[in-house]
């Protein structure tokens, strides 16, 4: 008998038809034979109306301080996956399935104080793993945990991958499987590129590179979590009708398996094109090449809270001035300039040239390890597209190259291709 | 320095404009230097929202069982609560009061199994009330508590009220104020008689016969807890002006308070006239007169859930047969008729008369216990008004005479005027 970790997004919970849908896949597993823990996040919109009327309060109060705390904004949001759960053990259990929720305080879910963007730090679901043991299935909620305070923590926007994954990795699951809207992970964005594939498998590492620059399929975190447990993480549709040929198929569901590498036979050069929209570019010119100028530019723009990205910075002429370039999100732009102007003195720079609206473009694979040329195959594309390339970074899996962002789309399209992703 | 709870409705707290209102009365109360815990309802409209959900769930999932499983109904439904209660404290913090919201399963509010409609067996608030000495508002969540499940159980609706007379026993308040959208206890209802006068002070016992009568204000266990642990118990409006004159006098604020009947100095002979629409009235004629009918009549509905309210019995004439009447919900009428058709045979009557459309007004005064003639004023009065008496029954502190629905508002006005209730 295997154990299957199953996660519904709140599109896949959005209404009632939506919930008996999910409790027919779920059926479906426990008919199998399986074990099964049910990982759910909110109906979709109920998170977000939480969310504004905990924001909206301070301002009703005519405060001008837009301070809430954490803990109640935890307390307040956490009640949506609390419905989505009870919701689905009844639908469950009205189709003949034995189910019973579990509240992330119930399982417990232990998660450290950070109220709001909290991690979790044990699982113990020794209870929760018995009662699966007669057959009951674990409807748990996504999302949220208890902190050491005695009061509901989450996890932050999109941690009900998170908590999947973590219970598949408490529970020693064969299988997690995400359910979403999209029925796998491709190639490149199938809006951009309609010859976009989908991957039967990709890598925890190629998978974590497609996830931070912005395939938005499953959440950072919960790739992390996989890849260091080594989680066997299926993404697949929940749009799909449960019952269809194929879908019960426990080696080979229709889907995208995120696994080792060494699960991966048959290993592509180049897996994906991933890209990420609204860089915006900021270079310092003439910088003081000494110890410790990285940190008095990027101490302060972190505690700022300002995410920097790609950094690139040339070995100087002359050993005393150097120029730097680094990304930061277009939204951050103006507070990252507020930040260089105050600390230009003791840093010591020239100047300061910025322009938003620039793209990442990203080529990711684990092959590219052991193949030389794939960079040089990339610039001559673009450069043949009359694509200027701003800046490059690299790791041993993956190149990002910034661009202006109105080559966006022929930029992922040209790689797509010269890469070959889009032959079978 | 005294200790208050405070309890809000769900129309109290139904938006962010008036969970910042109930935030200025609590203020009120802290900077008068009191220790104040504040039990809420759900935000009005969400628990039958989430209600529905629960009950349409089994009937999406196409089966034939309306069944849903009242653990999972209760951990739905109490979102509800923890959404308002977390506003409720970040509206509180911004206005600069300290707070925090404490859920059931946190304080523990420990209650019985019965999900659903479980009674609070005890109420641990030590920490709660350690919190409290440092000036910080407790911020309860109404309406539920934690079952020996480990499980969120619910007191069923209208339960807030209970909590908040629980909790004011179990932290030894001073006083418990009910907020809701009346701004006290009448004489008799307002909209049947505007001179109706609204009561300084009414007694446990007279509280009892109110509620359970049908005067909608407190719900009835809510009373009955207060009366065992003398909890004083001010009824009072959420809608009047936080700040306005009188508002924030400890001993009397403007309200009805719920008390021993010692301190209540001018005893009146009748306190208020409450009513009970929607009665239907089942007559059985030439009933056997022999030990165990009443039980073979009134078990069998007991078990069909049927709520039997006035009965009466009179003694028959030859010693063998007599007859019985006694009122149902009108509701009830068919499932109670179904019920007496199949136990006819065995407990040996003659007939079934029934009539649905009938109203029960009731005359209640602690007073009448040490007068004479009560009833006969009210009997006089109704007949001087050509309304027939379908049956009487009394108590200690209570008159009921049921009449045709016809005559509802007519009775009610002729006995609150016959008793003088409408004058100061």
Redesign the interface.
Known sequence: MARIVMKFGGTSVAD??R??NV?RHVKREVDAGNEVAVVVSAMAGKTNE?VG??R???K????S?P???A???D??V???E??S???L???L???GVDA??W?G??VPIQTDNAHGAARILEIDGSEMVRRMGTGQVAVVTGFQGLAPD??IATLGRGGSDTSAVAMAAAVKADRCDIYTDVDGVYTTDPRVEPKARRLSRISFEEMLEMASLGAKVLQVRSVELAMVYKVRTFVRSSLEDPDAPGMGDFDNPPGTLICDEEEIVEQQVVTGIAYAKDEAQVSLRRLADRPGVSAGIFGPLAEANINVDMIVQNISEDGSRTDMTFTVPTGDLDKTLNVLDKVREQVGFDAIQSEAGMVKVSVIGIGMRSHAGVAATAFKALAEKGINIRAITTSEIKISILIDGAYAELAVRTLHSVYGLDKQ
Chains 1, 2 share one sequence.
């Open positions: 009632i038809a919930i008996h409790a939480l009327w905990a909206d309060m301070p009703a109060s005519g405060g301080s301070f809430f705390d803990r109640e904004y307390a307040i956490a009640s949506g609390q419905v759960a009870g919701l053990a009844i639908a259990q009205s189709i019973r929720s509240q305080w119930q005695n009061r």
